[in-house]
């Protein structure tokens, strides 16, 4: 997104490894097309063209999808770069490493607590979150309760109780 490429967060983490060059590419447009739910098409490939020919040009071989919704375009974004381009999901990598964290705190469920209880918050509007939620979450996210969502601004309270399918 156009916020990751501006912290030049990427760049930064890299700057460890002088060997490896990095090249950003902000991708906004990919994150309006997955919020209306679409996933392919003439019109999406033409836009992950523009985007993604100038790092074709530089001849990548790795592409990190640094946003949430990227890795839901990971067909076309991958047919565009090719099939020697390796993806990477930033939300896929992320998980591996909460794992790790949780693990190493000995933090991890053991499996005897019950059904896990999923709890969603937003600072932005309740029902467009929920319907982006059910996009990316699926049928976790059960119902709003649009009571709590004055108060949930601050964040403090949980907006959308969900429970596993």
Do not use: N, W
């Amino acid at each position: 997104t156009m916020g990751t490429h501006q912290s030049r967060a990427y760049l930064d983490a890299f700057a460890a490894a002088p060997h490896i060059a990095v090249t950003s590419q902000p991708c906004p447009r990919f994150v309006e097309f997955v919020e209306a739910g679409v996933t392919g098409g003439p019109e999406l490939i033409a836009v992950a063209r523009e985007y993604l020919t100038p790092l074709i040009d530089v001849g990548v071989d790795t592409l990190i999808l640094g946003c949430t919704h990227y890795p839901l375009l990971t067909g076309v974004i991958s047919y565009v770069m090719g099939d020697l381009v390796t993806l990477v999901s930033s939300a896929e990598e992320t998980a591996k490493d909460l794992y790790r964290v949780l693990a190493d705190l000995d933090a991890l469920a053991d499996g005897t607590g019950g059904d896990p209880v999923h709890r969603f918050r937003t600072t932005g509007d309740p029902q467009e979150f929920r319907r982006l939620a059910r996009r990316f979450l699926g049928p976790e996210v059960d119902r709003v309760d649009l009571d709590e969502a004055a108060a949930s601004a601050t964040g403090s309270l949980p907006l959308i109780p969900g429970r596993s399918a």
